[in-house]
């Protein structure tokens, strides 16, 4: 066990929809970073938030966006849902700022749209 | 930015030592070299990182030649339980640095 977790496991919804999904990161953690994972995309790095601040943006589309709230814990927002978005969306988190780091991952959120 | 290429996969006995190679050519001055492990339907997990020459912890090592433009993870004596899928990454590890890039990753399969 990580210490960060993810809700929901699994989350199913069709196209044009918006879901929400959630990170409580570890203990003492500052950094959440949000990654997606899809069969033909590998592991792609999408945003960092370090104790409420965007610091680091990656392939992330502009209808996904994310935030980090007081507590810490973080949501990533996608809407107008693809086909293609399902995949596995992972949190992480690390006590440092750094964006290239030891970081530690929840279990993920498989989505899928139909 | 820099981005790797690993073997798509490994077969190793139990008990053997394993070397994955990761090539990053495009490898930047203040980028680092960082391996995770990942298993099915798990979020990955961290191993090892490093910046030059070698790094060893208690689970592998990290070689790294002058030129970084390689690495090799090392693991000792492999189980049944280290089959799984091995990712290298470059980036810079300061904040700002605007990508991180994992590779397609190596599917180790170890064998009794």
């Known amino acids: 066990d990580s210490g960060v977790t993810q809700t929901p496991k699994h989350l199913i919804t069709a196209t044009g929809q918006r879901v929400t999904l959630r990170c409580s990161p570890r203990s003492g953690d500052l950094s959440v970073y949000w990654y997606q994972q899809s069969l033909d995309q590998g592991l792609q790095f999408l945003i960092q938030y370090y104790n409420g601040e965007e610091r680091a943006k990656g392939n992330i589309l502009e209808r996904f966006s994310a935030q980090q709230f007081p507590d810490l814990h973080s949501e990533l927002n996608l809407s107008s849902l693809e086909l293609g978005d399902s995949a596995l969306y992972f949190c992480?988190?690390?006590?440092?700022?750094?964006?290239?780091?030891?970081?530690?991952f929840g279990q993920g959120t498989r989505l899928t749209v139909v | 930015l820099a981005k790797t290429t690993q073997p798509i996969s490994m077969d190793s006995y139990e008990g053997q030592e394993v070397n994955i190679t990761c090539s990053h050519n495009?490898?930047?001055?203040?980028?680092?070299i960082t391996w995770y492990q990942q298993f099915p339907s798990q979020g990955p997990r961290f191993i090892i990182q490093?910046?030059?020459t070698k790094v060893t912890n208690e689970v592998a090592s990290l070689f790294i030649p002058a030129d970084r433009k390689s690495s090799t993870l090392s693991l000792p004596r492999v189980s049944l339980s280290d089959t799984a899928v091995y990712y290298c990454?470059?980036?810079?590890?300061?904040?700002?640095?605007?990508?991180?890039?994992f590779g397609t990753g190596t599917r180790l399969t170890v064998i009794p």
């Open positions: 490093g910046y030059k």
């Open positions: 992480a988190s690390s006590v440092a700022d750094k964006l290239n780091t030891e970081a530690f």
């Open positions: 495009n490898i930047a001055t203040n980028d680092y």
């Open positions: 990454l470059v980036g810079a590890p300061q904040t700002g640095a605007n990508n991180l890039f």
